[in-house]
């Protein structure tokens, strides 16, 4: 049978190679890879069954559980197209997310029934809403809703598509902290192998030619137990899961739906995981905290590589951890729903930036007159070509801002702002979006987030541009106090102007409760900049 790089036939491939190994462990859930295709299967016949067909787009708005894993693969299998919800947005948000993609079918928690209750009769697409009460059975079904397991009973064990393919699509909905949210064209092939590396991460091998080398591959390398820590209703931890199954191991969950540190590392110790990945500072800060605070508790030894992307890993804390850890292996690395995963690199040995990219063909610096960029010195937007999405869906305008064709070549602008360093490589400055100008001069907030997170007393930070009639944007920090800690400002901003030019020191520093973050550690600037205009009129304008 010839397989194609649709991610169902990627994965059966794999599923046919090690049937009993251990595919998926959530709470009291665990799955081989065998019990998972068949589940994934019966799923969607069920689905063919009821009337649901190739293109269709499928909304999933679930807890981490077998179940997310069982109904994007069902939708992979029928070639429907899976949309990933997050199940914490209010009626609003998803009511305005489920309208503009146009969903057939949604698989939701019974929990969310009450927040879905007045939004669902509003999406006039809608046919198939699922019900799934997997994690308190004891809730009741939902009115006019298919219930999951009678659905799935309903299924047969075989499927025949021979229409499925590589071009089949699939949805990664942005988590809209900048923006209203909005569904991301992703292709299967390039999303294998734009964004899950082709079947080669973790072997640092060139990416398979053909489906079935995926076999061989997971025949050869070593088996692994892998924990992604970010819920899976975000892009990085079901990609991050994915590369994992494709390589045939073992992917590890938290059952519950709020981040805890001691939880975390009971699980690595438990599970016997050998590699984590964490999203930035938020996630990474109250590990590190964990394990000084009890280094005895947990037997870590079998984890051997700790994975970072989505947000800045201060190079403080990474040196924390390793005293910690001292056997890991730190990987750094970025990208994004538009770009996939352009790859790791180190910090720049001088001068600003916070990741070197070596120059490659896939990679460029863009103008804002959309010119490659070559000169050493030049500034631009970091662009990637090759296996991309497509654009928006529903979204002509944005889509034409963000992809654009150059001497007929699609590239993709990643929104960070980037530089050509002497050699030709590239450095990361940080993101446009967050970009403070002051005076006339740019300042990238991770770089003065970095810095104010050497004090012990900040528990987390963001730092956002207050409007200034002077210079135009005044830096400002937003910063939350860790427990026991006494917060002495005038410390803060002096050990500021030993690590910072004197223009990206924050001219005002407004405590919060807590800084507010989506499940995944992606930051609120929206919020943040929000509280900080409160705190200024509250204070009659922020202090000098």
């Not at 949309?83 to 914490?88: D, H, L, P």
């Not at 969950?253 to 930035?280: K, P, R």
Request: charged share 20%; aromatic share 6%; net charge negative.
């Amino acid at each position: 049978m010839t397989r194609s790089f649709n991610l169902a036939d990627l994965f059966e491939v794999v599923a046919q190679a090690v049937p009993e190994r251990m595919a998926f462990v959530c709470g009291p859930q665990s799955l081989r890879y065998c019990d998972l295709d068949l589940r994934a299967t019966r799923l969607a016949s069920a689905l063919h069954a009821k009337g649901l067909r190739r293109g269709d787009h499928v909304g999933i708005a679930l807890f981490n559980s077998a179940q997310y894993l069982e109904a994007f693969l069902a939708c992979c299998k029928l070639g429907a197209v899976p949309a990933n919800i997050n199940y914490r947005y209010v009626a609003g948000e998803l009511g305005y997310l489920l309208r503009s993609l146009d969903l057939k079918a949604l698989f939701f928690e019974a929990s969310l029934g009450q927040a879905l209750a007045p939004v669902l009769p509003t999406v006039a697409s809608l046919r198939w809403p699922v019900c799934v009460r997997a994690a308190d059975p004891s809730v009741a079904p939902v009115p006019g809703a298919l219930d999951y397991e009678a659905l799935l009973a309903g299924g047969s064990d075989t499927l025949t598509d021979p229409q499925r393919s590589g071009e089949d699509r699939y949805l990664l909905c942005t988590g809209g902290t900048t923006g209203m949210p909005k569904g991301v064209i992703w292709t299967h092939r390039a999303l294998f192998l734009g964004a899950l590396g082709g079947g080669g991460i973790y072997q640092q091998l060139p990416p398979i030619a053909q489906a079935q080398e995926l076999a061989e591959r997971v025949a050869l390398a070593p088996h692994l137990t892998f924990l992604a820590i970010a819920p899976m209703m975000h892009g990085a931890a079901l990609w991050s899961s994915l590369i994992s199954l494709f390589a045939g191991h073992t992917v590890v969950v938290s059952e519950q739906t709020h981040f805890d540190a001691a939880h975390i590392w009971s699980l690595v110790q438990s599970a016997g995981v050998n590699v984590m990945t964490v999203v930035g500072d938020s996630m990474a800060l109250p590990l590190v905290q964990a394990l000084e605070a009890e280094p005895a508790r947990w037997d870590l030894s079998r984890l051997m590589i700790f994975g970072n992307g989505g947000a800045l890993l201060s190079s403080h804390l990474q040196t924390r951890l390793l005293a910690a850890l001292p056997q890991l292996r730190l990987s750094n690395g970025m990208g994004s729903s538009e770009t996939g995963v352009v790859g790791g690199g180190e910090r720049p040995a001088q001068g600003d930036g916070f990741m070197v990219l070596q120059a490659r063909p896939d990679l460029a610096v863009l103008s804002d007159d959309l010119r490659i960029l070559r000169a050493p010195g030049e500034r631009g937007v970091l662009a990637r070509t090759g296996p991309t999405p497509i654009g928006y869906y529903g979204d002509a305008q944005k889509t034409a801002e963000v992809f654009v064709t150059i001497d007929g070549v699609l590239w993709v602008r990643s929104g960070d702002q980037a530089r050509i360093d002497a050699n030709g490589d590239i450095v990361v400055l940080g993101r446009d979006s967050q970009c403070i100008t002051t005076g006339g001069e740019k300042v990238f907030t991770e770089e003065v987030e970095e810095v104010l997170r050497r004090d012990p007393a900040v528990a987390d930070v963001l730092v956002v541009g207050l409007p200034d009639a002077r210079w135009g944007q005044q830096v400002t920090a937003v910063l939350s106090v860790a427990n026991g800690a006494a917060l002495d400002t005038a410390a803060l901003l002096t050990m500021c102007r030993q690590h910072l030019a004197g223009y990206k020191i924050p001219k005002a520093v407004f405590v919060a409760p807590s800084i507010r973050r989506s499940d995944a550690g992606k930051a609120d600037y929206r919020w943040a900049l929000e509280f900080a205009k409160a705190q200024a009129a509250a204070t009659a304008g922020p202090s000098p």
